[in-house]
């Protein structure tokens, strides 16, 4: 018979945190539209938000992203694609 071992509720968060900051430092730069889901092949369409820049497949998708930015930040999350970060100083 196995014997079980008790792990406190720390030890398990402590795990959880890591693996989500390692996941997050895994995430690919952005190739994907997070509006239509199209390929980004222009630079040049692109959003700023809260120090992160944001681009698009084509010119409909800025205004859209403006309508709910964050929606499309998590939405870019959960396809492992990360947002550029940008200097806001300059």
Do not use: H
């Amino acid at each position: 018979m196995q014997t079980l071992k008790k792990y406190s509720f720390t030890s398990i968060f402590s795990v959880f945190l890591l693996l989500s900051v390692a996941g997050s430092a895994l995430a690919a730069a952005q190739t994907t539209c997070p509006v239509m889901g199209g390929t980004i092949v222009n630079k040049e369409l692109y959003a700023d938000y809260k120090g992160e820049r944001v681009y698009f497949c084509c010119a409909a998708c800025p205004s859209q992203f403006a309508k709910d930015p964050q929606k499309y930040i998590n939405k870019m999350k959960e396809m492992g694609q990360e947002p550029e970060k940008i200097d806001t100083n300059k």
